[in-house]
């Protein structure tokens, strides 16, 4: 399930050390939810440039057992003038200890949001979905348009996952608006 984090918009010096702990997993138990979430890009729902509403989701390609899930939506602005585009950016993992970590990113159309995450300790060693921020910024667009977006997300781990050190978590998508 997802257990929400909250959003941190404190500047604190990134920590580089790490009580990170991954238990050696198997199994493939986090397949089903990356299968579907790979680039996935979704055509308008209806026609005509007031209802455009497309929505999709990504992962990043770190590891298996560690990575970032990203879900986006975009909606055609009221005023017609553009697009509102939100994303949620949320961390796969299993078991886990990280220190808070600053100066993490979310990147819609050349705007750039900056965010901290707090102290994550999880000791159950299931598929866990931790949500770590969500951002939402109107985009201007002309009418029938088509907009190409490039969407990410970054995250500072700064640990050791399967005796490899990894020191960002990113993901990235270009999507088609219109």
């Known amino acids: ?14 920590d580089k050390n790490t009580d990170q702990e991954e238990e050696k997993q198997d199994s493939g138990e986090n397949k089903d939810l990356e299968e579907d979430s790979q680039n996935k890009l979704e055509k308008p729902q209806t026609g005509g440039d007031a209802t455009l509403s497309q929505s999709g989701s990504f992962i990043s390609g770190n590891a298996d ?3 970032l899930y990203v879900e986006w939506a975009a909606q055609q602005d009221q ?4 697009v509102t585009i ?11 200890t990280v220190r ?4 993490n990113i979310i990147s819609v159309h050349e705007q750039v949001y900056t965010f901290s995450t707090p102290q994550m300790v999880y000791e159950d060693n299931v598929l866990t979905q931790t949500q770590l921020a969500t951002y939402e910024i109107s985009v201007p667009r002309a009418a029938r348009e088509t907009l190409e977006v490039v969407l990410k997300a ?3 781990f700064a640990g ?7 020191d960002w978590i990113e ?3 270009t999507v088609l608006l219109g």
Do not use: C, F, M
């Not at 808070?100 to 100066?103: E, K, L, N, T, V």
């Not at 050791?160 to 990894?166: A, R, S, V």
């Open 100 to 103: 808070s970590r600053s100066g």
């Open 86 to 96: 939100s994303v949620d950016v949320y961390l796969v993992h299993y078991a886990l």
């Open 1 to 14: 399930g997802i257990k929400p984090d909250g959003e941190q918009n404190s500047d604190r010096n990134i």
């Open 154 to 156: 970054r995250w500072k």
């Open 160 to 166: 050791t996952l399967n005796e490899e050190y990894i």
């Open 79 to 82: 005023q017609d003038s553009g």
């Open 65 to 67: 057992k560690l990575y």
């Open 171 to 173: 993901a990235e998508n």
